[in-house]
């Protein structure tokens, strides 16, 4: 069996990672990758509003996917990649087309 490979998008909506929330994000998504079976071969992180898709991190995400670099999106939940609904749909959408699946621990597999 093929292990899947998996990206981690962690963000926090604050100009900076004062408490740890990041680190505790990230490692929260790698017990998970590892736990269902995924290997984990890249990450990024965005501080700041999830109203606005012009993120250095999620920029690196939507690039990493076209390229294929990768099989899976783990995200702590479907807010993390935006706040915005029809935003945040569009970018899953996105991902979809490059034959990405997006989850979540708390979500499982995030369908739209």
Known sequence: MNTK????????????????????????????????????????????????IDRPGLQAVLEAAKAGSFQILLVD??????????????????LMSYGIAVFSPLEGKILI
């Not at 963000?11 to 505790?24: M, N, Q, S, V, Y």
């Not at 939940?77 to 996105?94: H, L, P, Q, Y």
């Open 5 to 52: 490979s998996a990206w981690i998008y962690c963000r926090i909506d604050a100009p900076e990672d004062t408490h740890g929330a990041l680190k505790g994000q990230y490692e929260r998504l790698e017990t998970y990758a590892v736990q269902i079976g995924f290997t984990a071969v890249g990450s990024s992180q965005d501080l700041g509003s999830g109203l606005h």
């Open 77 to 94: 939940s479907v807010s993390r990649i935006g706040r915005d609904e029809a935003t945040t749909k569009t970018i899953i959408k996105t």
